[in-house]
């Protein structure tokens, strides 16, 4: 009787090796079989073997003795001839029988497109959405680490491009660029000018009002004293005493 991984045809001597990786026989076989490909052989030598099994997860095989681990960024269910893509949502380590979701707040990385090998918390300033890409948030944005989304600062904060968190723009000062509810910039508030640390300037609006530099309300000039400076009547910047032998009633008028 031939041992395992070889055969003798009936009526013939003597046993015969079977001859190749993919070839396999039992004991006392009449003939060897050929391993299917999706399968791997095992047993005896590459002349000899003595038994086919199901290609494991995580690998991929041809019908031989050969069975690779399938890379990073990559996975094999059992029984499989080649490997699958992750995908650039999701990534694996080498010999994965699975792909992992990086899901939303976290990227992608490492490795190449469609066969990711990591996956990281989206970093401050940022936002992600379990990709490879990471958007960063514009001036008048701001993300904490793990968003998904990059939140407006409003009409009374600002940020610089790519910021963790909105600063708040004080009393006095206003904000500057970018749009409604995305400023990039405070500025302290002009003469002439009451700011509360929106985007809006409020004119002092009559003669007799002016204002400083930084003012979150214009004042009344009052009688004795007269306003000057400022673009215009609605914008005067200071209030002075009334020169001797003159009358003021607390406009620019003398």
Not at 39 to 52: K, L, P, V
Not at 101 to 106: K, P, Q
């Amino acid at each position: 009787e031939c041992t395992a991984g070889k055969y003798s045809p009936p009526g013939r001597d003597p046993c015969r090796s079977c001859g190749g990786d993919s070839k396999f026989s039992g004991s006392g076989a009449g003939a060897c079989a050929t391993c299917p490909v999706q399968s791997i052989t095992s047993g005896g030598s590459s002349e000899t073997r003595t038994t086919c099994e199901t290609c494991p997860a995580g690998s991929y095989c041809d019908g031989t003795s050969t069975a690779p681990l399938c890379p990073a960024g990559t996975m094999s269910a059992p029984g499989s001839v080649s490997c699958t893509q992750c995908g650039d949502k999701a990534f694996s380590t080498e010999g994965s029988s699975r792909c992992t979701e990086c899901g939303a707040g976290s990227y992608t990385l490492g490795g190449r497109l469609n066969a990711r090998v990591s996956c990281r918390t989206c970093p401050a300033g940022n936002a992600c959405t379990g990709s490879s890409v990471v958007l960063s948030c514009k001036a008048g944005t701001s993300a904490k680490a793990g968003s998904t989304v990059c939140a407006e600062c409003g009409d009374d904060k600002y940020s610089d491009p790519q910021s963790s968190n909105c600063v708040a723009c004080p009393a006095g000062s206003h904000t500057i660029g970018g749009g409604l509810r995305v400023r990039a910039g405070c500025e302290t508030c002009p003469t002439g000018y009451a700011c509360d640390g929106t985007s809006i300037k409020v004119e002092c609006g009559r003669d007799d009002r002016y204002s400083k530099e930084g003012a979150t309300t214009c004042l009344n000039c009052g009688p004795g004293f007269f306003t000057s400076g400022g673009k215009s009547k609605s914008t005067r910047t200071m209030c002075t005493v009334c020169e001797a032998g003159s009358t003021c009633s607390g406009s620019s008028v003398v």
